[in-house]
Nanobody, 126 residues
Framework: VQLQACGGGLVRAGDSLRLSCAAS????????VGWFRQAPGKEREFVAA????????YYSNSVKGRFTISRDNSKNTWYLQMNGLKPEDTAVYYC????????????????????WGQGTEVTVSS
């Protein structure tokens, strides 16, 4: 399975971007799909996820209310709509997918992520 992420770029604070991640196969309807990010000099962190079995969505506190995750099962693709971008959102964004239906407390961790995309860079200038 290959995940292809795209949609990153250089934007100004307050702008919006939409990231996309397409899976080469599989729909991950029983597991999770989502996004993580890694800012320069920092560890990778959770951003958002959708649990396949319930369609529940999960967000980190830092993006809640500004970012929206969604998916299109017919296209094996999921998205991250990022509004109100801030300089602290600058990072490489990685999409991820997993096949195991972990309990929701694991949604905010990398435990559910079996597959990773190559990353797309988002830079937000002030």
């Amino acid at each position: 399975v290959q995940l292809q992420a795209c949609g990153g770029g250089l934007v100004r604070a307050g702008d919006s971007l939409r990231l996309s991640c397409a899976a080469s196969e599989g729909t991950f309807r029983t597991g999770y799909v989502g996004w993580f990010r890694q800012a320069p000099g920092k560890e990778r962190e959770f951003v958002a996820a959708i649990r396949g079995s319930t369609s529940a969505t999960y967000y980190s506190n830092s993006v809640k209310g500004r970012f929206t995750i969604s998916r299109d099962n017919s296209k094996n693709t999921w998205y991250l709509q990022m509004n109100g971008l801030k300089p602290e959102d600058t990072a490489v964004y990685y999409c991820a997918a997993g096949t195991v239906n972990y309990i929701s407390s694991y949604a905010y961790t990398e435990r559910w992520a079996n597959y990773w995309g190559q990353g797309t860079e988002v830079t937000v200038s002030s």
